[in-house]
């Protein structure tokens, strides 16, 4: 037994040497895999659906951030630096500084993931006197449907980056799009026959997901702004018209508020929803469930 000590005691401080190098300054190693950076989370997750073993991912922004005004880090900006492809989703911060992830790497190659997707306008079925529109909603990635063609266009860029893994890239898209089918099954069930369609949300992160249910969002934000004392008014009204009881929040988002306004509206269950979540499919059966308890 002896014998063994002195190379398991070389083995454990070789591994120690080796191990911290991930996360030191970049969530990236270097090795052949690509490296890919996204703008949110659940992107992230579909891009490792379909890379599996042979992408590295970071993402951007993630649970509780809010993609409408965020910035970067330094360490996102060096994993950008390395980064092989960065996958845009359109979503506000973008704008300002994919210029910005260009002029750091020349080499970056920037993906629009939503080529083909429909963009809707934000809702605001109660308050449409209220002004100019904040524009097309930036919550693509919760809807199937939108996700299916989101996970096609994924797999055919790593396909013509990196085309020695093209038939991987196309299996794990297939299987994929399989799972992606079995949740909008499960949510179609869940989400049909009900005691209404109409839900009450601070903000409108569900409108692609509204509409693929058949559903009809009501957000208090309007533009992103806490509404008028008379938008207001007009949603309590709505809220007791419809027999409300439930009040959607989101990670991030000032609890005060939100309790004052359920107190104002006669809501008895506040439920937080989290639309940056990583794992899409766990999450849009947590949105679906919760959207079924307030339905009934
Ligand atoms: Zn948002």
């Not at 190659?109 to 997707?117: F, K």
């Not at 449907?145 to 794990?172: C, F, H, R, T, W």
Request: negative net charge.
């Amino acid at each position: 037994m002896k014998k063994h000590l002195p190379i398991l005691l070389i083995f454990l401080f070789l591994f120690s040497a080796c191990s911290p190098q991930n996360g030191d300054n970049t969530p990236f190693e270097a090795d052949a895999r690509l490296k890919i950076s996204v703008s949110i989370a659940s992107v992230q997750w579909l891009v490792d659906q379909i890379g599996g073993e042979q992408v590295q991912t970071q993402s951007l922004t993630t649970t509780g951030d809010d993609p409408h005004t965020y910035e970067p880090s330094p360490v996102q900006m060096t994993a950008m630096a390395a980064s092989d492809v960065y996958f845009t989703a359109g979503v506000e911060f973008e704008a300002v500084w994919i210029p910005k992830f260009t002029d750091a790497n020349s080499n970056l190659e920037v993906i629009d993931i939503s080529e083909g997707i429909e963009r809707i306008p934000v809702a605001d079925q109660l308050h449409e006197e209220g002004g100019e529109n904040e524009g097309l909603d930036p919550h693509i990635w919760l809807s199937p449907k939108n996700m299916e063609q989101i996970a096609g266009n994924i797999a055919s860029v790593l396909q013509s980056v990196d085309p020695e893994n093209a038939e991987l890239y196309q299996s794990n898209l297939e299987k994929t799009l399989a799972s992606i089918e079995e949740i909008d099954n499960q949510l179609k069930q869940m989400l049909s026959q009900n005691k209404r369609t109409q839900f009450l949300i601070i903000h409108p992160s569900l409108g692609y997901f509204a509409d693929s249910y058949g559903l009809q969002m009501i957000p208090v934000e309007v533009n992103g702004q806490e509404p008028s004392p008379s938008q207001l008014a007009e949603i309590l009204a709505a809220s007791k018209t419809y027999g409300i009881h439930t009040l959607f929040t989101q990670t991030g988002t000032n609890p005060l508020n939100v309790q004052m306004l359920a107190e104002q509206a006669g809501i008895d269950e506040i439920i937080e929803i989290d639309p940056m979540a990583y794992d899409w499919s766990a999450n849009m059966l947590f949105i679906g469930s919760s959207l079924k308890k307030a339905l009934n």
